[in-house]
C-alpha cells in the first residue's frame, strides 16, 4: 500500500517554532507532503511561563486567519495538498482555561500532550464530553489524537481503560519522529491492541524548523513494522473528509 507523505505535528512562530505558517506550507510544498497540520501550544501550565503559546482568543484568531488565508491560496492554486488548523492543548493546563479559549468546530486536528495518566484521561474525557455538549448542533469534533504519546505509563495497568478511551473517543496515536523510544517493541503489547481495535495512527515529526518536516520515513518504517498500515488507512480516509 502506498500512502501519501503525511506530518500532522508543526510549530511556527506562533509558539516554539522557528518560522512563520507560509514557511511551513512553502516547505512542505517542496518536499512533496500531501497532508500538513500546524500544531502550535496551548498552555497555561508551568509550560507557559517558557514558550510562547496560544493564550488568548485574539492569538487564536490570529493563528487561524493565517491559515485560512494559506488554505485559500491552496485551494485556488495547488491540487492534492491539504493543510490542517490544529492546536496541541497541553493537559496540564486548567479546565476552565481550555473550555472558555477552545472552541473546537475551528480546528481540524487538536492534539493532546503529557497524557501520561489514568487522571490524565478522566481530565480529557471531560473536556471532550463538554465540546460535545457546547459545540453547534450539526457540526461534528475536529480529528482528536495524543501527540509524542508514551504507551509505557500504562503498560502495568491501565492499559484497557485507556484503549477503550482511545476507540470512544477516535482519538488517534501518534507516531511521532522526535521520540522514537516511544513506540520501541517494549510497547508490542499496546501496538497489537490498536492493530486488533482498528485505533487510528498518524505520523508528525514534531517540526520546529523547515529541515525538521521532512522526517515522516522512519515513523512510517515503524508503523509498517507493527503492522498498522490499515490504521493509518483509517486516518487518511478521515482526513479526506476536512
Ligand atoms: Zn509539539
Redesign the pocket.
Known sequence: MEFPKINL???TSFSDGKNSIKKIVLKSLKLGLKHIAI?D?FTNSWKANLILTLNSEEKIDMYLSEITECQKYIKININDFCLYKGI?IDVGSSATFIKRLIRPEKFDII?F?YLETPEGIAFVKNIIEYWKKSIFPNKTLPLLGL??FDPSNFAYGGLDILIDFLKEHKIYFEF?S?YPEYYSRRNELFFKKLKEYEIMVAI?S?A?SLRQLANISEPLERIKDYELQGNLGILIEHLRHY
Request: proline share 0%; hydrophobic share 15%; no cysteine.
Open positions: 505535528h508543526s510549530h500544531t501550544h496541541e492534539l500532550e501527540a509524542h511521532n522526535r508528525g514534531d520546529h
